[in-house]
Structure formats: C-alpha cells, structure tokens
C-alpha cells in the first residue's frame, strides 16, 4: 500500500514564498507520476504542476515562470517550491502519485497554503 505525506504549508505574505515536500512510502511502483493539486474552497481540484519518473514536468498556466516542481527518485519525494505567491494561489494543495500502467492513484491528505494580502 502506498502512502503520501505531505508538509510545508502554512501562512505566508503575498510575494513570499513556501517549499512543499510530498514524500511516498510502500510499494512504489515506477515509471509513475508525481504531481500537486489544489483546492479552493468552493472550487473544483485542479493540476498545479506534475513530474514524470523521467523528469518531464508540466505546469497550470497560472503557475508557470512561478512554481517548480521538482523530484528526488531515491527518496520518493516530490517538492513543490512556490515563489511570489498571490492570494489566489491559497488552497488545500493535495500531492498525488499516478502508475497509469497499474490504473494505481493515490492521494495524500493535503496541506494548507495561506496567502495574506
């Protein structure tokens, strides 16, 4: 069974900046994909950024030249460094694990990103 955990979030300035790191456990099965989601209250979940096994990454347009998603295969982690944030980006950000060859998905608990004006 495959586990995520997630940290990094918290309360921080427009402009500011914040690192979150996702790191999987079990049985992790590859190649896979590793990614963030968010959530904000009363809005659908969306794809913020993703990384393949391989490296390639993609990125939600509202994100792109600020996010990094970034991954370390020996430590099954997967970081996302957020750099000027707008109060916009503030959401539950959710980390998540894809085996598409194995029709496996897992999600983590999430974690809270608060974006003060």
């Known amino acids: 069974q495959v586990q995520l955990v997630e940290s990094g979030g918290g309360l921080v300035q427009a402009g500011g900046s914040l690192r979150l790191s996702c790191a999987a456990s079990g049985s992790i099965f590859k190649p896979n994909i590793m990614g963030w989601y968010r959530q904000a209250p009363g809005q659908q979940r969306e794809l913020v950024a993703s990384?393949?096994?391989?490296?390639?990454?993609t990125y939600a347009d509202s994100v792109k030249g600020r996010f990094t998603i970034s991954r370390d295969n020996g430590k099954n982690t997967v970081y996302l460094q957020m750099n000027t944030l707008k109060p916009e980006d503030a959401a539950v950000y959710y980390c998540n694990l894809q085996v598409p060859w194995r029709y496996l998905e897992v999600w983590g608990q999430g974690t809270l990103v608060t974006v003060s004006s």
């Open positions: 990384i393949t096994s391989a490296g390639t990454t």
